[in-house]
């Protein structure tokens, strides 16, 4: 094999013609990275992203989402949700596929990598915190080092640990297990260390990218200023996605591309009946089975 051309050679070389560098490495080691605004979009589509997560969660009836309609000491994560972003929104189908995020979720899923969740939250006022956890959801330990999701999260206000910022544990991806309720932090009530927890400081703008191991969470909020971020999490092709996307039309679809296309599973292989499994996208599968670049 030509080791020019071998898996995950294409993403690396499109990393460092974006000047990324720097992030795949912090990705690799630490398992996660953040992408400072001038390289994570162009100017002005942050600013057009948070619109329209603002406009939609207040057009919304709040208990469309059946968390906003929880008691908010026991919702997973508190604020005010928006699901299934990717039908609502051309801008929210954009940032699926911005070339920064979605490349570093490549360089860490592979190519085949599809769309497992899009989603959004605003958090005004007081806010509780988020328990330390990872996103290989429902995956049993050990958790396969590879990893089997990504997190792409777009930070559209100013992050700061007073704002409710994300924390992460630098290379807990390579635990490869979920974190125990003895190492909650004590800096969110736990009754663990603070010491290896790592505030997410950014403008916004940026974009924080970690892996599916990833230990993370939110620090609470106590004043007055809005949070707004929404998180794309891809999956590898072989999970099913949270979401289901068959609301999408054909049209919707074919406005974003061939890119967009296989982020919502429109060349999947798997849900056949008597037919049995198409050999043309089952053999577009494959290259997933050869590598974690795959």
């Excluded at 100017?43 to 989402?65: C, K, M, W, Y």
């Excluded at 929104?89 to 899009?118: C, K, M, N, W």
């Amino acid at each position: 094999m030509d080791s020019a051309n071998g898996p995950g050679m294409s993403n690396f070389r499109e990393l460092c013609a974006m000047g990324l560098e720097k992030q795949i490495a912090e990705l690799d080691t630490f398992g996660f990275t953040i992408v400072p605004p001038e390289k994570a979009a162009p100017p002005g589509f942050a600013e057009r992203l948070r619109d329209a997560v603002i406009r939609h969660t207040r057009d919304q009836n709040s208990a469309t989402a059946e968390i906003n309609t929880i008691d908010r000491s026991k919702r997973p994560v508190d604020g005010e949700h928006l699901f299934h972003l990717v039908a609502r929104d051309p801008i929210f189908r954009e940032a699926t596929i911005a070339s920064a995020g979605y490349t570093l979720a490549a360089h860490v899923l592979g190519e085949s990598l599809r769309i497992y969740q899009s989603s959004s939250i605003l958090k005004t006022g007081d806010i509780l915190p988020v328990p330390m956890h990872c996103d290989s959801v429902s995956v049993p330990p050990p958790l396969p080092p590879w990893c089997v999701t990504c997190n792409v999260t777009w930070i559209l206000s100013d992050y700061t640990r007073e704002n409710g910022a994300l924390f992460l544990v630098p290379g807990s991806h390579r635990l490869c297990r979920h974190p125990t309720a003895a190492e909650q932090p004590k800096s969110i009530g736990g009754p663990g260390s603070d010491d290896n927890v790592v505030p997410v400081v950014a403008k916004s703008g940026s974009i924080c990218v970690f892996t599916g191991n990833t230990w993370h969470g939110a620090y609470g909020k106590s004043n007055d200023t809005t949070r707004v971020s929404l998180a794309t999490i891809y999956c590898r092709t072989f999970m099913m996605p949270a979401e289901d996307f068959g609301d999408l039309s054909d049209e919707t679809i074919s406005s974003h591309g061939e890119r967009f296309a296989k982020l919502v599973w429109r060349d999947k292989w798997q849900g056949y009946r008597d037919e049995g499994p198409s050999q043309e996208k089952l053999a577009l599968s494959r290259a997933s089975t050869q590598s974690p670049a795959g």
